[in-house]
């Protein structure tokens, strides 16, 4: 696979055995230590980032390689003008693999047109996130046992949130899921992403009710409201707080559900749910870091 852009570059048996690989990764991480040894990672984040980008150098470290980057776009040439393609161009002549992060939907797949490496998606506006996807079925999938046969509900930014778009598209391959999407009418999920439930057959329902949603989802998946892609400060102060997960809200949903959330959390998660068995954020942190080992031995080595 030369780029990563959208999940949809990946077919469900590459996830399949990413996820046997990640899962290979957490029972034997002695045997991957020295993988990507002599090779190198730029992360190049012109937009901020806690676990993506942290991630991708503690798995490029933990697999024996090295790290270059920025983690903002500022403190590279772009502050002076330098296009993504120029940027990649050059850092195509520093590194083995490109992990970007972009505020502008389609970046990254720009820059894949100009790179030499094979260039990973890590965030583009809010348009795609495909590695946050792999942490995402991978926690599923160790949840659960199964990334099908499932009810899923997504709930909050479902328009904004690029998390839920790759998501839904990822969850739509395998069979049996179905979706409940919960969003304030502002905030519904866009028509591309519904035009491919549409397309593969994918049942799904739109409310406004979490409370009348939660007792039949297998999975819950709480976005935040996303401030940074909001034109109109008042709309976003108006919305933000449009779902609070409780304790007491939680007291219709199933024993086994699982609730997940991208993170970062400002308000959509009460921490007392935290120590709720079901709780799986912090779950979903630390399978990112194995996926993206997975990932980039995939890409570098076509490891499987
Ligand atoms: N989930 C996620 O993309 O988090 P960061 O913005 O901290 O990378």
Redesign the pocket.
């Known amino acids: 696979m030369k780029s990563l852009i959208s999940i949809m570059d990946l077919d469900e048996r590459d996830i399949n055995a990413l996820m046997d690989t990640a899962d290979d990764i957490v029972a034997r991480p002695g045997a991957y230590a020295h993988k990507m040894a002599g090779k190198k990672l730029a992360s190049l984040f012109f937009e ?6 942290l991630s991708f150098e503690a798995a490029m470290y933990e697999l024996g390689g090295n790290v270059i980057g920025f983690s903002e776009a500022q403190s590279s040439s772009a502050a002076k003008g330098e296009s993504v393609a120029d940027t990649v161009k050059t850092v195509s002549c520093y590194a083995d693999i490109i992990a970007m992060r972009h505020p502008k939907e389609g970046a990254p797949l720009v820059a894949s047109q100009s790179a030499t490496v094979p260039v990973i998606n890590a ?1 583009d506006g809010g348009h795609n ?1 495909p590695t ?1 996807t792999l942490a995402d079925l991978f926690t599923i999938r160790r949840e659960k046992g199964r990334v099908s046969g499932l009810t899923v509900g997504v709930c909050g930014d479902l328009k904004f949130g690029r ?1 839920v778009h790759s998501l839904l598209e990822a969850l739509s391959r395998y069979e049996g899921n179905r979706f409940v999407m919960v969003s304030p009418e502002e905030l519904k999920v866009p028509s591309y992403v519904k035009q491919h439930l549409k397309n593969n057959h994918v049942p799904y329902t739109q409310t406004t009710d979490l409370s009348q949603a939660l007792p039949e989802l297998d999975v819950l998946y709480m976005t935040r409201v996303q401030k940074e892609r909001f034109f109109n400060e008042a709309d976003y102060i108006r919305l933000k707080d449009s779902y609070v997960l409780t304790p007491q809200k939680l007291e219709g949903a199933k024993g086994d559900l699982i609730i997940m959330h ?3 959390r400002v308000n959509e998660i009460s921490v007392a749910i935290d120590q709720d068995p079901r709780a799986c954020y912090f779950k979903q942190v630390l399978n990112g870091k194995y996926m993206r080992m997975a990932l980039i031995l995939m890409m570098l080595e076509g490891e499987k």
């Open positions: 901020p980032s806690t676990r993506t980008r965030g996130h946050q998390t991208p993170l970062p």
